[in-house]
C-alpha cells in the first residue's frame, strides 16, 4: 500500500497553510531529506523534507493550493518494488477540498462511521527503511514512538532509538503527560456582517498569519495579568556616542542604530536582574542564563518577531548585523521557526513613526516586553535645579505579574535606564 504524503505543521500555530510550489513530479524517486515542495505557513515559506524513501506516485494537491488543512494528504508515496498502475481503486485518497470550494459546496449528509478496528498490539506502522535499519540496528520497532505521519515510524525515529537508552516501563513519555492545547473558538461573523449591509465595504479574507496574531493576542490579553511601568530616559548621552562611534565604524561599513543600543541595554539588564530573566510555563516559572531578546518587526499584513539569541554576549556592531539579517528575511518570510519562537523578553519600538508612547502586548511565554517611544527634544530640570533642554524617550515595560512583581519589573526598567543613560558602560 501506498504511504501518504501529509501536509505538514511547520509551526507550532500551524492550522493550514498554501502548497506554493511543488519540487518534484510524479514519477520521481525521492529518499529522506530531499525537499520535495514549498509549503506557505501561517509565519514564512518553508521548505518541506520528505521523511520516507520511494517513488511520488499521485500528486493529491497541486500547487498553488490555499487553505489545505495540517495533515490533509497531498501525495502518495509508493515503496521499492510497489506498482502504482496495479494500485487498488480504495487506496486512492481524494485531495481535501480547497478554501473556496469549501466555500460554496453544499454539505452532504454524514456518511455513518465505520467502527474502531481492535488494537493489534502486533501491527506497527513503519516505513521500509525504517524496518531495514531497526533489522540492523537489532532494535524492537513495537518500542520505538513515530513521528512521521499518523505515528508512522521514520527512518530519523529509529536512528534516534538507536542513539539513546531504552526508556524503562514505567517512564512516562511526553506525549502522555503533556494536554492539547486547545484553539480558541472563532466568533460567527454573520451578526457583524449583517449591521453593515447595504453599506460600501471590501471583505478581506484572513490568512494564515493574521488569525494566528489574533488568537495569541486575545489569549494573551485574556490570561496574562499585564501591569505597566513607565519611565523617561535621557538620550544626549548615548546620541553623543552613538556618533562617535559611528564615526569610527565608518570605514568598516557599520552604522549602529538606536534600536542596536536598546537591544544590547535589554539583554545586559536581563543579567543584572537575572530573577526577571523568566518565562511562564503553565505550572511553573523557567529562568533563563542567557538572554535571548525578541524584536518585533512589522512586515505586510503582520509582524515577526526574531529572537536575539545570546544577545548579552554580542558587540554592537555583531547584533546591529544580525538584527538587520534578520529583519530583512522576516520581510520576505524566510525566517525558520527557531528563529522567531523562544527568547524571554521582547522588544517594540513605535519611535521611528513619531508615536512618543504607547503600552504593547506581552507575547507569550515572554515574561515582559518593552515599549519604546521616539526621543524627542523636552524642557528638564537639570542637576543645577536649572530648565535646560534634552531628548527624552518614554518607554512602558508591559509585565506578565505571574512571572514578575512589581518591585522586581522596577528593578529590571532601572538597570535599562541605567545602561541607556550610561552607555559607555555597555562596553565594559
Same mark, same amino acid.
Given at each position: ?21 511543488? @519540487? ?10 530531499? #525537499?520535495?515542495?514549498? +509549503? ?30 495540517? %495533515? ?13 498502475? !496495479? ?24 456518511? *455513518?462511521?465505520?467502527? !474502531? ?36 515510524? $521514520? ?7 538507536a542513539a539513546r537508552p531504552p526508556v524503562r516501563a514505567d ?65 544626549? /548621552? ?6 562617535? @562611534? %559611528? ?37 511553573? +516559572?523557567?529562568?533563563?542564563? *542567557?538572554?535571548? $531578546? ?60 513619531? +508615536?512618543? %508612547?504607547?503600552?504593547?502586548?506581552? %507575547?507569550? *511565554? ?9 526621543? #524627542? ?14 531628548? #527624552? ?7 506578565d505579574h505571574r512571572v514578575i512583581d512589581g518591585a522586581l519589573?522596577?528593578?529590571? @526598567?532601572? /538597570?535599562? #535606564? ?10 565594559a
Open positions: 500500500m501506498p504511504t501518504e504524503i501529509l501536509m505538514p505543521a511547520l509551526s507550532p500555530t500551524m492550522e493550514d497553510g498554501t502548497l506554493a510550489k511543488w @519540487l518534484v513530479a510524479e514519477g520521481d524517486t525521492i529518499r529522506a531529506g530531499d #525537499v520535495i515542495a514549498e +509549503i506557505e505557513t501561517d509565519k514564512a515559506t518553508m521548505e518541506f523534507e520528505a521523511v520516507d524513501e520511494g517513488t511520488l506516485g499521485t500528486i493529491l494537491v497541486p500547487e498553488g493550493s490555499a487553505g489545505v488543512a495540517v %495533515n490533509t494528504p497531498i501525495a502518495l508515496l509508493f515503496a521499492e518494488g510497489e506498482d502504482p498502475e !496495479a494500485m487498488p481503486a480504495e487506496a486512492v485518497v481524494a485531495p481535501a477540498p480547497s478554501v473556496a470550494a469549501k466555500a460554496v459546496s453544499t454539505p452532504a449528509a454524514p456518511a *455513518p462511521v465505520p467502527p !474502531a478496528p481492535a488494537p493489534d498490539s502486533a501491527r506497527v506502522f513503519a516505513s521500509p527503511l525504517a524496518r531495514r535499519l531497526a533489522t540492523e540496528q537489532g532494535l524492537d520497532l513495537a518500542q520505538i514512538a513515530g513521528s512521521g505521519p499518523r505515528g508512522r515510524i $521514520v527512518k530519523a525515529d529509529v536512528e534516534a532509538a517512564e512516562p513519555t511526553p506525549a502522555a503527560t503533556t494536554a492539547p492545547q486547545k484553539a480558541p473558538p472563532r466568533p460567527d461573523a454573520a451578526p457583524v456582517a449583517a449591521l453593515y449591509e447595504g453599506r460600501a465595504h471590501t471583505e478581506i479574507p484572513l490568512d494564515g498569519m493574521r488569525r494566528t496574531i489574533a488568537a495569541r493576542l486575545t489569549e494573551a490579553k485574556q490570561t496574562i495579568p499585564h501591569f505597566y511601568l513607565r519611565r523617561d530616559i535621557r538620550l544626549d /548621552a548615548l546620541l553623543a556616542f552613538r556618533t562617535q @562611534l %559611528n564615526a569610527q565604524l565608518a570605514p568598516r561599513g557599520v552604522k549602529l542604530s538606536i534600536n542596536d543600543f536598546i537591544i544590547k541595554a535589554c539583554a545586559l539588564a536581563l543579567q543584572q536582574v537575572p530573577a526577571a530573566n523568566a518565562v511562564w510555563a503553565g505550572d511553573r +516559572i523557567l529562568q533563563l542564563a *542567557p538572554s535571548d $531578546v525578541a524584536v518585533a518587526v512589522a512586515i505586510e499584513g503582520g509582524l515577526f518577531t526574531p529572537v536575539l539569541r545570546d544577545a548579552h554576549q554580542k558587540t554592537l556592531s555583531a547584533l546591529s548585523a544580525e538584527m538587520k539579517d534578520l529583519a530583512t528575511r522576516a520581510r520576505d518570510r524566510k525566517l525558520a521557526p527557531q528563529e522567531y519562537q523562544g527568547g524571554s523578553f521582547a522588544i517594540s519600538n513605535l519611535g521611528m513613526f513619531g +508615536i512618543e %508612547n504607547f503600552d504593547a502586548v506581552i %507575547n507569550p *511565554p515572554h515574561g515582559a516586553i518593552l515599549a519604546v517611544g521616539a526621543g #524627542v527634544r523636552k524642557p528638564v530640570v537639570g542637576a543645577d535645579d536649572q530648565i535646560t533642554v534634552a531628548t #527624552v524617550m518614554s518607554v512602558t515595560l508591559s509585565v519589573g522596577a528593578q529590571l @526598567l532601572q /538597570a535599562i #535606564v541605567d545602561n541607556l543613560e550610561a552607555p559607555m558602560a555597555m562596553l
